[in-house]
Antibody, heavy 121, light 110 residues
C-alpha cells in the first residue's frame, strides 16, 4: 500500500535551517510528481512546492521562494524540503503528497501524516 | 488572502445537501482542473474530487464536483455528522507558476 512518512520536523530558531524528508513506499516513486503542503496553526492549507517525477522542474510558492528548495532522490524513494532562513511564520505542519498527473496540472491522492516545524526563539 | 475564494463556513442539517463554492480566475480555475480535499484536524487531508468532477475509488457518490468558467463547486448530499470537516479546493495558477488552495470552508452539520 502507498505510504508517505515525513520526518525532520522540530523546534528551530529563526534564521536557522532544517531539512524535511518524506520516505515513500508502495509505489514507483520515480513515476510521480511530488508536493509539499503546509498548514500553520489555525490556518488553512498552503501549497509550498512541487517537483516533477524526474526532478527536471521545480516550483515554489512565493512565500518560500529563495529560502526553501524541494528535491528528490529517486534511488532512495525520498522527497526532501530544505528550509533555510526560517521565519516564525513558517511554523506549520508540513505534509508531503503524491501527484499522479505529470506536469503543472495536479491533484494529491496520497498524503503523509505530516511533521511539525516550530520556529521560535 | 487566498487566490481562490471559498466561503469561510457553511452549515446544514443531517440528511440535507450543501454546496461549497471556489471562485478563481482565468489564470487558475479557468484553465486548469480543480481538486477538492476534506481535512479533519490532526489527520492527513483526503482527496474527494479530482479533474473537476471525478471521484477516487472509495469516495461515496454523495460527494460531487463541478466547474463552470472560473468557479468550481463541491456538493455534498445526505449530510452526516462525520462530514464535519474543513474543505479545500486546489488548482494550478499559470500566472504565479504555483499551486494554490482556497482558504478553506468549515462545514458544520447541525
Amino acid at each position: 500500500q502507498v505510504q508517505l512518512v515525513e520526518s525532520g520536523g522540530g523546534v528551530v530558531q529563526p534564521g536557522r535551517s532544517l531539512r524535511l524528508s518524506c520516505a515513500a513506499s508502495g509505489f514507483t516513486f520515480s513515476s510521480y510528481d511530488m508536493h509539499w503542503v503546509r498548514q500553520a496553526p489555525g490556518k488553512g492549507l498552503e501549497w509550498v512546492a512541487v517537483i516533477w517525477y524526474d526532478g527536471s522542474h521545480k516550483y515554489h510558492a512565493d512565500s518560500v521562494k529563495g529560502r526553501f528548495t524541494i528535491s528528490r532522490d529517486n534511488s532512495k524513494s525520498t522527497l526532501y524540503l530544505q528550509m533555510n532562513s526560517l521565519r516564525v511564520e513558517d511554523t506549520a505542519v508540513y505534509y508531503c503528497a503524491r501527484d499522479p498527473l505529470l506536469g503543472s496540472d495536479w491533484y494529491l491522492d496520497y498524503w503523509g501524516q505530516g511533521t511539525l516545524v516550530t520556529v521560535s526563539s | 488572502q487566498s487566490v481562490l475564494t471559498q466561503p469561510p463556513s457553511v452549515s446544514a442539517a443531517p440528511g440535507q445537501k450543501v454546496t461549497i463554492s471556489c471562485s478563481g480566475s482565468s489564470f487558475n480555475i479557468g484553465n486548469n482542473s480543480v481538486s477538492w480535499y476534506q481535512h479533519l484536524p490532526g489527520t492527513a487531508p483526503k482527496l474527494l474530487i479530482y479533474d473537476n468532477n471525478r471521484r477516487p475509488s472509495g469516495i461515496p457518490d454523495r460527494f460531487s464536483g463541478s466547474k463552470s468558467g472560473t468557479s468550481a463547486t463541491l456538493g455534498i448530499t445526505g449530510l452526516q455528522t462525520g462530514d464535519e470537516a474543513d474543505y479545500y479546493c486546489g488548482t494550478w495558477d499559470n500566472s504565479l507558476s504555483s499551486g494554490v488552495f482556497g482558504g478553506g470552508t468549515k462545514l458544520t452539520v447541525l
